[in-house]
């Protein structure tokens, strides 16, 4: 039920008390539950008698990988709706409003809709992912995120046959975001896309938290996607629409540099960017004198995702 005003508010933006409180329930239960290292179940979040169990690890995160520390993961992100300097973004993106938020699914499905991100929280199950991160600009990082399988959400919304690509939508708030409201550099809101079988694939995961807690605003709360075998300008932040389409979407950087940022962009230490080499990374904490890492091809996730892309000719920057 929404709840009916005199003011010319759109309905996208009318949330019902209820639901309002509902998911005030969720998140402090889920946030308590990422403190204290457990999860919560779908079902225990509509009682008042929570059952608590241990936070599943992915069975793709790597246990032998060292977090990169958590205050140069949260001060050192690229949100260029906000600033093109990380720490500036960082300062701004403080006054991104999260609360409330909902995502709009549609396309190629059988139930497109709005949904409140506590409905959608209340029916996933979190596992802690600990992947690598590895940007473009060759710097690369391991973050323990706290997230749900793309792929559960799809399915809850019901791909049709039809369905070959998935576009994300970031969040348009220029009044709040100064890039957008200077429309600088790229075409707002931010867009990017992933084939349907990347986007089903166990590894690709909708971030909520990291380091056992909800996730910071400039790091993409309070929903982001993570696609850990790609360059993480693909790993858009702030969700707040998906569609299943017929046709690749048009996304952002390959919009404003196709020579440079492919629709793909896979990791790939053999194919340079145009303006620096991708054979090896600064790793984020590791030190002055620590030598750079070879970086691995599909960041190393090849032995899961290699068979995407089989047909595909690697040598070339896509």
């Known amino acids: 039920m929404i709840i009916k005003t005199k003011t010319d508010i759109p309905s996208s933006e009318i949330t019902d008390p209820l639901i309002f409180k509902e998911r005030r329930k969720i998140i402090k239960a889920i946030l308590a539950a990422m403190a204290a290292g457990v999860r919560i179940s779908p079902a225990s979040a509509d009682n008042n008698n929570l ?43 403080q006054n991104l409003r999260t609360d409330p938020w909902s995502v709009e699914i549609n396309g190629e499905v059988e139930k497109p809709g709005s949904y409140y991100l506590e409905d959608i929280l209340r029916r996933q199950t979190l596992q802690e992912c600990i992947y690598r991160f590895r940007c473009v600009e060759a710097w690369s990082m391991v973050v323990p995120w706290v997230g749900f399988s793309l792929s559960s959400l799809l399915k809850m919304v019901k791909p049709l046959s039809t ?29 990017e896309g992933l084939r349907i079988d990347e986007a089903m694939h166990p590894l690709t995961i909708l971030a909520v938290g990291m380091y056992g807690d909800m996730l910071p605003k400039q790091n993409g709360a309070p929903l982001r996607l993570v696609v850990p075998w790609k360059y993480g300008f693909k790993s858009i932040k702030a969700i707040v629409k998906i569609e299943l389409l017929k046709k690749p979407p048009v996304t952002s950087w390959s919009q404003f540099a196709p020579n440079e940022y492919g629709f793909y962009s896979n990791v790939n230490p053999a194919v340079a960017h145009p303006r620096w080499s991708q054979s090896s990374e600064r790793q984020l904490g590791s030190g002055f004198f620590t030598p750079r890492r070879q970086t691995e091809l599909f960041n190393g996730y090849g032995e899961q995702v290699a068979s995407l892309y089989r047909d595909m000719d690697l040598r ?3």
């Open 163 to 191: 369905a070959r690509f998935v576009k994300f939508t970031a969040v348009h708030q220029p009044e709040i975001m100064p890039r957008q409201h200077n429309n600088a550099m790229l075409e707002w809101p931010y867009a």
């Open 51 to 93: 059952a608590w169990a241990s936070l599943p690890k992915s069975e793709f995160s790597a246990n032998s990988l060292t977090p990169t520390p958590a205050e140069l993961i949260k001060n050192y992100t690229n949100y260029y709706e906000f600033a093109f300097n990380k720490q500036d973004s960082t300062k701004l993106a």
């Open 316 to 318: 070339h920057f896509f």
